[in-house]
């Protein structure tokens, strides 16, 4: 691969993503008017007396989006419809390149002092990336879910505190991740992933960040209670029927099973060191065991395998991202049967998890880094011969 200068790959990759939002965005948005309702709706207070405010979940069940998430589609609330819908988009894609860099500036600090090569690194990046961006801008722009955008920035953003060794930022992204949406719950064994002494701290933010965005409603309006138990159709193409669950509509145990396999997974990860895999196991919990098959469920996917393809291994070519991609985006259109469909949702998730949990790591030296969970490093510049972070240079 020809030689890739500090930036251009990310120059690349704005252009990437520029051309699928201009084939996306005429026909985007499908889902955003969830979105600014809800906006509408937490905006008018408590003093509205009607079903907006605190009675928010309480009325409207089907808003299954985290109060933060709707905060931020208020903001749009002043512009026209059709306006504020394209300038969320914008904004949304927007943060798709700051997701790449960032998950670039994690691998150059988490492997800081290794030896790695730079150069390596943006090509992994880079082709990662080509790989993730369509299916961000399925997320961000065909569907509009402003919700699942941020707890993945969010989520990102914990990554990267992670790497720098930084307890209360890890706790307060990961709060404000589940404070998006509920399900980044199954990415909080990420805190984990900090060394030991750091878990409390980490823990509270955590915890009191959460107890903070949700309680007001539940205090407020018990019946919001009811929210956590909407359910949707069970669709042919899900992984769920091929695990024998042929229930109509969502069943009562199914999302309480999502997240203990999304923890427990993630658990195990970090147990054995390789916790860059949590994003990814988490996801794929959702994928074998949620009763839809909404395409935009991969985004979550394609963030796993980016942060397990630039952090999790050193290998030049990023292939389980684009296995990702191929495998469960690019079936949607040449797989006709929802029933073959499914079978592929659940051979992807069987075969990715035990790779990153069990697949032998590439050599001596990859595999003792291994074991050891991220510490807190020297910022460049200080301490004798410190040496800078591929930060500046692979993102």
């Not at 369509?134 to 707890?151: K, S, T």
């Amino acid at each position: 691969m020809p030689v890739i200068s500090q930036r251009m790959h990310l120059v690349l990759l704005a252009a990437w993503t520029v051309l699928w939002f201009a084939v996306v965005e005429p026909h985007g948005g499908f889902s955003w008017h969830y979105l600014r309702t809800g906006g509408e709706l937490l905006y008018q207070g408590p003093s509205s007396g009607g079903d907006g405010g605190l009675n928010l979940y309480a009325h409207h069940p089907e808003l299954q989006m985290g109060p933060v998430s709707f905060l931020a589609a208020g903001l749009f609330n002043p512009f026209p419809g059709a306006v504020g819908q394209l300038l969320a988009a914008a904004l949304m894609s927007l943060l798709g390149l700051v997701v790449l860099v960032l998950a670039g500036r994690s691998a150059a600090w988490h492997f800081l002092g290794t030896g790695t090569n730079h150069q390596r690194l943006r090509q992994r990046v880079l082709v990662a990336g080509l790989a993730f961006i369509p299916m961000w801008i399925e997320v961000a722009v065909r569907f509009g879910h402003l919700d699942d955008v941020l707890a993945l920035f969010f989520t990102v953003l914990a990554v990267h505190s992670v790497t720098r060794g930084h307890p209360a930022a890890t706790g307060v992204f990961l709060a404000l991740a589940m404070d998006s949406k509920p399900t980044a719950l199954a990415f909080l064994p990420l805190l984990l992933a900090l060394p030991r002494h750091q878990w409390l701290r980490a823990g509270l933010w955590c915890a009191g960040l959460v107890a903070l965005a949700w309680l007001p409603f539940f205090v407020d309006a018990p019946h919001s209670f009811a929210a956590a138990q909407f359910t949707i159709p069970n669709q042919p193409a899900s992984a769920l029927r091929w695990l024998g669950v042929s229930d109509p509509r969502t069943p009562s145990w199914d999302r309480p099973a999502q997240f203990a396999l999304g923890l427990a997974l993630g658990c195990v990860a970090v147990w054995r060191g390789r916790w860059a895999a949590v994003v990814l196991l988490g996801a794929n919990a959702r994928v074998l065991l949620d009763p839809s098959v909404y395409t935009y469920y991969t985004a979550s996917v394609l963030l796993g395998t980016l942060l397990w393809d630039v952090i999790g291994q050193r290998r030049l070519v990023p292939w389980w991202s684009w296995i990702a991609l191929i495998t469960l985006y690019g079936s949607v259109f040449v797989v006709p049967d929802d029933s073959a469909r499914g079978l592929i949702r659940l051979g992807f998730v069987a075969v990715s998890t035990a790779y990153v949990l069990f697949w032998p790591m590439g050599g001596r030296r990859d595999r003792a880094r291994s074991r050891a969970r991220p510490r807190p490093v020297m910022p460049p510049g200080q301490g004798s011969g410190a040496p800078r972070p591929a930060g500046g240079s692979a993102t």
